[in-house]
T-cell receptor
Framework: GENVEQHPSTLSVQEGDSAVIKCTYSDSASNYFPWYKQELGKRPQLIIDIRSNVGEKKDQRIAVTLNKTAKHFSLHITETQPEDSAVYFCAVSLGSARQLTFGSGTQLTVLP | EADIYQTPRYLVIGTGKKITLECSQTMGHDKMYWYQQDPGMELHLIHYSYGVNSTEKGDLSSESTVSRIRTEHFPLTLESARPSHTSQYLC????????FGEGSRLTVL
């Protein structure tokens, strides 16, 4: 089955700095790569996703890049704010309608 | 409002009790899922369903069972709860993007 590795497990940045979280996957046929944000005590929520026919996608301060050759994709958050503090999960699937395999999560802390 | 509803949100029970965690969605999604998650930790898929009368086990072995008699309803049952079942259980549904419920936090004493 699919194997997803996520790094780092914890990340602390100063407010206003950028944060980068990286995930690698094993199945070269995977073609859907979402990122979820889970605030403390809340449910995970989709923040951005990318499909394999696209190399980069941006939504305001959040961007995701995909390198299919190397089988890795990354979440970039610029101008971080305290409300960005949360656990972030990457995920991978063989198409958006299939079940997702999640990474182990990254606890991001934005220091004021 | 279209959403996924889970009840109970919190449950504390004794060992050996039978429990059912309820999950209902009003989004008309065919695909529904159950994930197990310890707080802030990895999400493990334990059951999924692609439609009525269709259920499959996920990647993480679980002693729980599920049923899908109606499209909108996907309950999870533990016949005999044990302390090792203490965790948060998240229900989700999908027609592409995955939407999660708020979770049921189970504590077995």
């Amino acid at each position: 089955g699919e194997n997803v590795e996520q790094h780092p497990s914890t990340l602390s940045v100063q407010e206003g700095d950028s944060a980068v979280i990286k995930c690698t996957y094993s199945d070269s046929a995977s073609n859907y790569f979402p990122w979820y944000k889970q605030e403390l005590g809340k449910r995970p929520q989709l923040i951005i996703d990318i499909r394999s026919n696209v190399g980069e996608k941006k939504d305001q301060r959040i961007a995701v890049t995909l390198n299919k050759t190397a089988k890795h994709f990354s979440l970039h958050i610029t101008e971080t704010q305290p409300e960005d503090s949360a656990v972030y999960f990457c995920a991978v699937s063989l198409g958006s309608a299939r079940q997702l395999t999640f990474g182990s999560g990254t606890q991001l802390t934005v220091l004021p | 409002e279209a959403d996924i509803y889970q009840t109970p949100r919190y449950l504390v029970i004794g060992t050996g009790k039978k429990i059912t965690l309820e999950c209902s969605q009003t989004m008309g999604h065919d695909k529904m899922y159950w994930y197990q998650q310890d707080p802030g930790m990895e999400l493990h898929l334990i059951h999924y369903s692609y439609g009525v009368n269709s259920t499959e086990k996920g990647d993480l072995s679980s002693e729980s069972t599920v049923s899908r008699i109606r499209t909108e309803h996907f309950p999870l049952t533990l016949e005999s709860a044990r302390p090792s079942h203490t965790s948060q259980y998240l229900c989700a549904s999908s027609a592409g993007e995955l939407f999660f419920g708020e979770g049921s936090r189970l504590t077995v004493l």
